[in-house]
């Protein structure tokens, strides 16, 4: 665990226990919850003992993503969440996270939809340059859905908003629409919903729920390849088109831009790819702070503008760990009672995966390591010579600069030349298609990217 304090089972359960009821609902907190005991800590195996049988069933199949996203916030590391039933009618086998996950009730036939949740507002989510575009966009489509852009495809690493985005859309629509019927469901559950209607016999039934949906939220797409391969897609693809036909908003959030999914079907890629396109870039201090504040107003926090300030300073990596750095360093506060400074704050958040610009790569140094692997040197990749391996290399080092590190089109071009950026774009092009049509070269960016980013 991140901080000593939450190496402690108890700790770590007390620290959700504040959080939970505005996660998963209070009634759900009441019933199963509330009543719910930490059994061991072991690693990143967190074993909760949940009151029934019942309990564990409905937390599992509703509530154990949510429960393992809160644990992992608050102790700033991964955290895998396994039940046990800790009543008199208690399961004989050990609830290992793995086996609870196999044991998945069935779906019930219910419409496949998630709830969302009502924390992610537009009002809530704070606009810097990182996400203006992505914010824009998604505000278009919550205010005239299935209209302008009848896709939407959201796209950045984890923790930066995508999901909050999505489900601002879906709030939105379901308050100015209240008849339109909003479906939110992340690519996970969508093939869980298909492979138990394929087990069950309900495929007819699955393919018509669809039709009545006028907007379909998708979230973490880029789970489809890795679950079932080309079953689920020809099912996601079926489904996407019927509504895509129909003129019906759809919304889809990943992990990569659709030019690096791994999907077969070319013809989905490429529907992707003609909508909206919108990434979400990790936000600058000023929009960390700004996120931090809003977040204690909402939370009813006291805390010193200079802690804040100190907290924005030294997360860097993304939103989630920054808000349970938040989280960690008030319920620290609170359980030694003691007054947060910003050295305070230092001492507690030590351990984190802060992603300090000590561990972020320069420009130099990529244009150093992509020079030396093609036994070149960076004045000759910033020069104006353009043999075919100097071309290769200096496109290569500008994909690279343009994925690791947050400057712009501009400065990445005057940095290798004084080339304007439509060199730049054209380089970034040439290198994408590269990694789509030779494994060498996606292998060889992969590398790179592992290699600098370590
Ligand atoms: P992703 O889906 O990209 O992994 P999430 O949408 O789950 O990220 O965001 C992670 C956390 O950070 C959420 O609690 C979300 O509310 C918060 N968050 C992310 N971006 C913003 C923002 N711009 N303003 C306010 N909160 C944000
Ligand atoms: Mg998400």
Redesign the pocket.
């Known amino acids: 665990m991140a901080s000593a304090l939450l190496r402690d089972m108890t700790t770590l359960w007390d620290a959700a226990l504040h959080v939970l009821p505005s996660r998963v609902g209070q009634v759900t907190f009441d019933s199963f919850l509330r009543s719910s005991v930490p059994l061991s800590l072991e690693g990143a195996e967190f074993t909760l003992g949940v009151p029934s049988e019942f309990a564990r069933a409905w937390i599992t199949e509703r509530h154990l993503r949510t429960l393992e996203d809160c644990l992992t916030e608050i102790a700033g590391e991964p955290v895998l969440v396994g039940l046990k039933v800790n009543g008199p009618r208690a399961d004989p086998a050990p609830a290992r996270p793995e086996a609870s996950v196999a044991a998945r009730p069935p779906v019930p036939s219910a419409f496949p939809s998630q709830p969302l949740n009502p924390?992610?507002m537009f009002e809530?989510?704070?606009?810097?340059t990182c996400?203006q575009f992505a914010h824009a966009a998604a505000l278009q489509v919550a205010k005239a859905p299935g209209s302008a852009y009848n896709v939407l495809f959201l796209h950045?690493?984890?923790?930066?908003?995508?999901?909050?985005?999505m489900q601002a859309i879906g709030h939105y629509t379901r308050e100015h629409h209240p008849h339109f019927q909003v479906v939110y469901i992340s690519a996970e559950q969508f093939v869980n919903h298909l492979i138990s209607s394929i087990r069950d016999n309900r495929t007819e039934g699955f393919r018509n729920h669809y039709r009545s949906v006028d907007m379909w939220l998708v979230?973490d797409i880029q789970f489809m390849a890795a679950i079932q391969g080309q079953t689920s897609e020809e099912e996601f693809f079926h489904t996407f088109n019927a509504l895509y036909e129909t003129g019906k908003q759809i919304v889809i959030?990943s992990d990569c831009p659709p030019r690096h999914l791994q999907i077969m079907n070319e013809r989905l890629r490429s529907r992707l790819q003609q909508g909206i396109v919108a990434d979400?870039r990790p936000?600058d201090v000023d929009?960390r702070l700004a996120?931090l504040e809003?977040?204690a107003q909402s939370d009813g926090i006291a805390i010193s503008r200079d802690v804040l300030m100190r907290l924005a300073q030294r997360i860097e990596s993304?939103?989630?760990i920054?808000?349970g750095a938040l989280m960690n360093v008030c319920a620290y506060a609170s359980l030694n009672k003691v007054e947060l400074t910003p050295s305070l704050v230092d001492e507690i958040i030590r351990d984190y995966a802060t992603g300090s610009t000590a561990s972020r790569v320069t420009i130099e140094e990529i244009g150093s390591h992509v020079a030396a692997h093609f036994d070149l040197t960076l004045d000759e990749l910033q020069s104006a010579r353009r043999s075919a391996v100097i071309n290769r290399a200096r496109q290569t080092a500008i994909f690279l600069c343009r994925e690791l590190t947050d400057h712009s089109l501009h400065s990445i071009g005057q940095f290798f030349g004084g080339r304007d950026h439509s060199t730049v774009i054209h380089a970034l092009r040439k290198v994408s298609d590269a990694i789509e049509r030779e494994p060498q070269t996606l292998w060889l960016i992969n590398n790179m990217k592992a290699t600098l980013s370590e």
């Open positions: 924390k992610y809530s989510f704070v606009v810097g996400n950045s690493k984890v923790g930066l908003g995508k999901t909050h985005l979230d959030a979400l936000p929009t996120i809003k977040k993304n939103v989630r920054l808000e």
